[in-house]
């Protein structure tokens, strides 16, 4: 058996199914963004956010620039390629005209983004025109091709890895739905032909294309005419996997980054329903947390990266050993010791399937049931026949009784009690919000919870509630103080952010790193208008009355300040003083008669005794 | 006793009624003795047992009366034979009064710590509650556990029961339970006392919170409506993840005879420029660095401190929203509770007004959390309503961190409407999923919820401290099996499933389920991005015939197909080779023999094709040129000559990646005389 020490020591600190998100070689992604440069691209406009006109050349190139960023961040083993077509220039290996590989020169053509290309990159629609130019590529009478080109240059590029370990994609923007539409009808069958011809062949080199349409305000981009053939849609799939694309650019956004990230299986989860019938599943883990990345030590004065040794030392003799193989756990006077072989026994408890126990009210799921992400599941059919009927029906069931299922889970370490939360899909006009499936939410265990409410209860003093007065101006307050429009993912990190623009502006020695925004921060300027101001003040006099500025004690610190001084009580200091016994006190016992009495509690026991002593002397 | 330690009298019942759980309340008591000495070495414990024969306690010796009552330990501090005693409780014989008992053990607390370290004195109840209680002296039975309750709130003592459910096929008597129960309530009602309900030895060896932690406050200080109105709040974790203890590494270098030998491991870390020096670099002379895209950047620690986000301590409300704006999976960590400050009266009226509205118009609070200052990040989260059922409890909120749109991974999934018909459940198949939703049902009613979280042991702590006790006892003792009771959250409840044999038998026959006997590798590859439905489809068509996929050699009637099966075996590393090694063999077997060249060509065609997708271009490649030299040797060019026709090349660099081939000489192949290709 492959033993991990480490593995089977750590804490149950790392889950496992975090790895699998830690980027790894093996599941790089080469991507083209292949964007149209046609006249057409720049006179065509769609209404922004702020209801600005906008190009839809715009809008592509910068759906580019935020996805640039996010492949930067986080996914920095892509390799990515830059490439207009319909442009004046060229440039490219294959000396193809009206095709343009834009790059940044240290990069190789298909290569990781660097942050000169994405910084060249967010300004390159200010000399566009200038240096590349705009140019329709198609012209009847000279049999030139430039979506041919295009395709050509982009599978090329594309050749670099083997499509074993890598995916490879290209993602077409374009606003011309019918690319040969002028041509003579001979010249355009030949065109189309073979402009379809090209694309099949890359698509049998395992290059999958994605098209990224931009429609006319006033005319829906028809996918029928040309591009379904293009990237090999029929019938059904037609309506299925080309969402209406929306004609905001934030839709538009939204859109490519939700296909820019291969969807990634997570975990295959066996689903066990009850005897006879397991289904498959894939688990996906659609929310983690994001983080900074880990830290890479440097040497300071090459800035080439080192090498961390971990040595184990022996405390006894001094001795350099290997990663020892025993654990100790002391225990009544005693070191019980364990082998790692023996704990990662033990804490094999089960398969590492799921298995279904019962179902219960969504009542019964309270808010602090919770402890950590959780993982949203699909069907397939690709291991066992039958699995995604049985999934949608219990699905639908489940949605419709307003029940989740309970189930065992032994894909996590610890296992965990989960429960299996039915989602049904949400769409809206940029395309699904919520996909259809089940979340699995992993449930605390009994000595998981803490009872802080038992804490705060003061037996048979009741607690003080709101009056009907107080309640009628708090929801006065919640009425003013709606969010509108609020969605859970609306906020970027702004420690994120700030990290990024940080390295951003170290890698391109940029003095000035600019202000991030903090869009976690209240709103101000909607927090201060007059209604608003005015149900925050009435709802603060109806709790804490006219004297508004001070919250008066209501006596417990008092009293708590009182137990102080009659825990401190239970000696007398005065006589121990005189004695000179207060040595024979514990810490923590003069620390009582310094709380009680507003003194420093800092320092040895010394310096505590001679504090007691000035303090009773005087 | 000094500060956070804590006194612990523990009442068992064990009259004949209880026998049958003594084993897991033994259990269950003996893994809170066992934490404690781990984790709380200083708190001490006693131990009364009553329903036995024997009477041993002060207030029968004092002041008579008391009886069936035993103390079997006096409060002290914990030790290993308090493990004994609690493993090997006595089996009593008469019926207990658990209110007597109750007062024997508030008693002793009472007696041994005085009026001081309230709330560090506890009081744990663990009964069937189904034997009758005898009349006070005076005064009703309420009016006594009204005056136990109130010097128990007075002394600062916490009680908790735990009630083992009377099996229901014992003969009992209703009236006595009910009586008990109204007695319980009372006493919950007026004291800090809790008591929980348990029908199963999973929920009793649950019910015991076991790990006793000092609950921390991460945060005091404001909530903030706005900058004029401020309510005082206190946060606490609710849920914490309760985890194995870390062990420390050990050392067996020093020598036997050392008797002092600490046996400790130290971790060094050394940095150096590469393997080879032995030089290792001070920390100035190292810098941390990130990961942007292929490089890495360095930043100083000054660098760090003055770019960095930085933050100010507070909980801001940013506003609130319908509960249903926040669904349920966006939870993102473990849960914290915020309550008022209970020194400020006003703050519990505030916290208390807001949460009763919210749960009153179904919304949630969205607020910006800083925990301390200098915290390197913020947190959004939700506020969601506690409103305590409770009269002594204040109100307050729970908070659940909510992801940013960094922490969100959005794919698209296919909708189950568009997903072909066939796939989809049909109306009796969804009736009879309806059926089981309802029927596998785990809380009949709210009160008869099981595999309650709040009562759910885990089993793997549950079996390391087994397992620890096993071995301190013996250092080579066995890892002891899972405990029978954790089967009810490993598996279906025996019970539950027999009562609906008829649904599950009606769902198992509704809903088939087959393995997709053939798969390939390859082609799942290929597929990984496009919609299941499609996905399938695909495989359906590389399905064959063969019953089992155990395909292991390429015979003479089908090779092709036996080669397909083969190659797409997945139950091992190696069949792609053996396939195409088999396949090779075949080949050049059905060349040697002229009558079958139409058959060698379909087989040298699939093999192409296989080391195509399966990117194996070198296998086909040095095979071709083998078999093109041994045709020209064997004057059998009958059959190279079929090459161009049938588009038989070899695979360029186009094709696959690994190939050396490029595009231009793959068909040259066939007409020149091979140059240099094999290698």
Same mark, same amino acid.
């Not at chain 1, 429009?485 to 990190?493: M, R, T, Y």
């Given at each position: 058996m492959e033993l991990d020490p480490e593995d089977v020591f750590r804490?149950?600190?790392?889950?496992?199914e975090s790895q699998f998100?830690?980027?790894?070689e093996a599941s790089k992604e080469f991507v083209v963004y292949l964007?149209? @440069?046609?006249?057409k691209m720049f006179s065509s406009t769609c209404p922004s956010e702020d209801e600005k006109q906008e190009s839809h050349f715009h809008i592509a190139v910068s759906c580019i620039a935020q996805s640039l960023k996010s492949h930067i961040i986080n996914r920095f083993n892509d390799e990515i390629a830059i490439c207009f077509f319909n442009t004046r220039e060229k440039k490219n290996l294959q000396e193809l005209n009206g095709v343009y590989v834009f790059?940044?020169?240290?990069?190789?053509?298909?290569?990781r983004p660097t942050a000169r290309l994405i910084k060249d990159f967010d300004v390159i629609e200010e000399s566009f025109i200038e240096n590349i130019g705009s140019q329709n590529g198609i012209v009847s009478d000279s049999r030139e091709n430039s979506l041919y080109s295009a395709l050509w240059v982009a599978q090329a590029l594309l050749r670099k890895g083997s499509s074993k370990t890598a995916d490879k994609r290209i993602f077409l923007f374009t606003n011309?739905?019918?690319?040969?539409?002028? %041509?003579r009808i001979s010249v355009k069958e030949d065109m189309t032909r073979t402009t379809l011809q090209r694309a099949k062949d890359a698509q049998d080199l395992g290059i999958s294309i994605e098209l990224l349409p931009l429609s006319h305000p006033d005319k829906q981009?028809?996918?029928?005419?040309?591009y379904k053939d293009l990237i090999g849609l029929n019938g059904d799939e037609l309506t299925e996997f080309m969402?209406?694309?929306?004609?905001?650019l934030e839709d538009m956004k939204d859109q490519l980054k939700k296909r820019v990230l @291969?969807?990634?299986?997570a975990k295959r989860i066996t689903f066990?329903?009850?005897?006879?019938v397991s289904i498959e599943l894939n688990g996906y883990a659609l929310l983690r947390p994001a983080t900074p990345g880990t830290i890479t030590w440097l040497?300071?004065? +090459?800035n080439l990266p080192i090498k961390v040794e971990r040595s184990y030392v022996c @405390?006894?003799?001094?001795a350099i050993m290997q990663e020892p193989i025993q654990r100790i756990q002391p225990y009544i006077n005693q070191n019980v010791m364990f082998t790692a072989a023996e704990l990662s026994e033990l804490k094999?408890? +089960? +398969?590492g399937h799921l298995r279904l126990l019962g179902f219960k009210p969504l009542?019964?799921?309270?808010?602090?049931?919770? %402890?950590k992400p959780s993982t949203f599941l699909y069907p397939t059919d690709?291991? *066992?026949?039958?699995s995604t009927r049985a999934f949608i029906a219990l699905h639908r069931s489940m949605i419709q009784l307003g029940r989740f299922a309970v189930a065992f889970y032994g894909?996590? +370490?610890?296992?965990r009690l989960v429960a299996l939360v039915a989602q049904d899909e949400i769409e809206s006009d940029g395309g699904q919000v919520e996909p259809p499936g089940m979340n699995m939410i992993y449930l605390p265990y009994s000595n998981d919870i803490r009872d802080i409410e038992e804490l705060h209860s003061k037996p048979g003093v009741a607690a003080p509630r709101a009056s009907d007065d107080q309640l009628k101006k708090a929801s006065a307050l919640m009425r003013r103080l709606e969010l509108k429009?609020?969605? *859970?993912?609306?906020? @970027?990190?702004p420690a994120l952010q700030r990290h990024y623009a940080m390295l951003q502006a170290i890698a391109l020695d940029q003095e000035d790193i600019g202000e991030t925004r903090d869009?976690?921060?209240?709103d101000k300027e909607g927090m201060n208008r007059p209604t608003v101001v005015k149900a925050i003040e009435e709802f603060k006099e109806s709790i804490y009355?006219?004297?508004?500025?001070e919250e008066s004690d209501s006596g417990a610190k008092e009293k708590s300040r009182k137990r102080k001084a009659a825990d401190a009580g239970d000696y007398d200091f005065v006589e121990l003083a005189k004695s000179g016994?207060?040595?024979?006190?514990t810490v923590v016992e003069l620390k009582t008669y310094l709380t009680a009495n507003s003194?420093?509690?800092?320092?040895?026991k010394d310096a505590l005794i001679n504090r007691i002593l000035a303090h009773l002397s005087k | 006793m000094a500060r956070n330690r804590e006194g612990l009298v523990l009442l068992v019942d064990v009259g004949p009624a209880m026998h049958s759980v003594l084993p897991d309340v033994e259990k269950t008591c003996s893994l809170l003795m066992q934490k404690k000495l781990i984790y709380n070495k200083f708190d001490e414990v006693g131990i009364i047992v009553f329903g036995t024969q024997e009477t041993e306690n002060e207030l029968a010796r004092d002041i008579?009366?008391?009886?069936?009552?035993?103390?079997?330990?006096?409060?002290k501090v914990v030790d290993e034979l308090v493990i004994d005693r609690v493993k090997q409780l006595p089996r009593g014989t008469v019926a207990g009064d658990f209110l007597d008992a109750l007062i024997v053990g508030m008693d002793m607390l009472i007696k041994t710590?005085?009026?001081?370290q309230r709330g560090k004195k506890r009081l744990c109840l663990i009964t069937n509650a189904a034997s009758p209680t005898k009349d006070p002296f005076e005064g009703t039975k309420d009016e006594q556990v009204s005056t136990i309750a109130a010097k128990m709130a007075a002394e600062g003592i916490k009680m908790e029961s735990i009630v083992m459910k009377a099996d229901p096929s014992v003969d009992v008597d209703e009236k006595i339970i009910e009586e008990n129960d109204h007695l319980l309530s009372l006493l919950s009602n007026n004291a800090i006392a809790k008591t929980v309900y348990v029908e199963s030895p999973l929920s009793l060896l649950g019910a015991l919170k076991t790990r006793r932690v000092a609950p921390v406050t991460l945060f005091r200080g404001d909530l903030e409506i706005n900058p004029s109105m401020k309510i005082k709040v206190w946060v606490y974790k609710k849920v914490a993840e309760e985890r194995l203890p870390s062990l420390k590494m050990y050392s067996?270098? &020093?020598?036997?005879?050392?008797?002092?030998?600490?046996h400790e491991v130290k971790i060094d870390y050394d940095y150096k420029v590469?393997?080879?020096?032995s030089e290792a670099l001070a920390p100035e002379e190292r810098i941390k660095g990130f990961r942007y895209g292929p490089h890495v950047i360095p930043i100083s620690p000054d660098e760090m401190e003055t770019l960095k986000f930085k933050t100010e301590k507070g909980m801001k409300l940013l506003g609130f929203t319908d509960?249903?704006?926040?669904?349920?999976?966006?939870?993102?960590?473990d849960v914290n509770i915020v309550v008022p400050d209970p020194s400020k009266e006003k703050s519990v009226i505030a916290v208390s007004a807001i949460a009763r509205e919210m749960k009153q118009s179904n919304k949630v609070a969205i607020v910006r959390c800083v925990?301390?200052?200098?915290?390197?990040n913020v947190v959004v989260g939700v506020l969601t309503p506690n409103v305590s059922?409770?009269?002594?409890t204040p109100d307050s909120f729970y908070f659940n961190v909510l992801p940013f749109a960094e922490d969100i991974r959005e794919f698209p999934f296919p909708s189950f409407s568009r997903l072909?018909?066939?796939w989809k459940p049909d109306e009796q198949q969804q009736a009879v999923a309806d059926n089981l939703v309802k029927m596998l049902?785990?809380?009949?009613s709210p009160k008869e919820e099981v595999l309650k979280p709040e009562l759910t042991p885990n089993p793997v702590l549950q079996r390391f401290y087994e397992y620890l006790e096993l071995k301190s006892r013996s250092t080579d003792a066995a890892l002891p099996?899972?405990?029978?009771?954790?089967k009810r959250i490993m598996e279906q409840d025996p019970e539950l499933s027999s009562n609906t044999k008829s649904i599950m038998d009606t769902f198992r026959g509704s809903f088939e389920v087959k393995e997709n006997p053939k798969l390939r590798k390859a082609s799942k590859r290929m597929l990984r991005d496009k919609p299941s439905g499609s996905d399938d489809e695909d495989n359906r068509m590389i399905?064959?015939? &063969?019953?089992?996929?155990?395909?292991?050699t390429v015979g003479d009637a089908n090779p092709v197909q036996d080669f397909e099966a083969m190659i797409s075996?997945?139950?091992?590393?190696d069949w792609v080779n053996k396939a195409i090694s088999e396949m090779k063999k075949r080949v050049v077997k059905l060349v040697e023999d002229s009558s079958t060249t139409d058959k060698a060509l379909e087989c040298l065609l699939a093999l192409r094709k296989a080391c195509v997708l399966e990117q194996e271009p070198k296998q086909f490649n040095e095979f071709l040129n083998h078999l093109h030299e041994l045709c020209q040797e064997r004057k059998l060019s009958h059959f190279l000559e079929h090459f161009t026709s049938k588009k038989i090349t070899l695979i360029p660099k186009s094709e696959?990646?690994?190939?050396?081939?490029?595009d231009e000489k793959a068909g040259d192949f066939t007409v020149k005389e091979e140059p240099n290709l094999e290698s």
């Open positions: 804490d149950e600190d790392e889950d496992p998100f830690q980027e790894k964007i149209d @440069a046609s006249p790059n940044d020169p240290q990069r190789e053509c298909i290569d011309e739905d019918d690319p040969f539409g002028s %041509m981009f028809d996918i029928s005419l040309f969402p209406s694309v929306g004609q905001k @291969a969807k990634r299986i066990m329903i009850c005897d006879g040497d300071s004065t +090459t @405390a006894d003799t001094g094999k408890i +089960t +398969t009542s019964c799921l309270k808010d602090y049931h919770n %402890m690709k291991e *066992v026949i039958g894909g996590t +370490t610890p296992p429009d609020f969605s *859970v993912c609306q906020f @970027a990190n869009e976690t921060l209240p009355g006219d004297d508004s500025e016994k207060l040595k024979d006190l003194l420093p509690l800092g320092g040895k | 008579g009366g008391y009886d069936n009552i035993w103390v079997l330990r006096n409060i710590y005085g009026a001081g067996d270098k &020093a020598p036997p005879s050392d008797k002092f030998a600490k590469n393997e080879e020096t509960a249903s704006n926040i669904l349920r999976h966006y939870y993102m960590k925990w301390r200052n200098g915290q390197g059922e409770r009269d002594d072909p018909a066939s049902d785990l809380a009949p099996p899972m405990d029978e009771a954790f399905t064959y015939n &063969a019953n089992e996929n155990n395909v292991d075996r997945r139950d091992g590393n696959a990646a690994d190939s050396d081939v490029v």
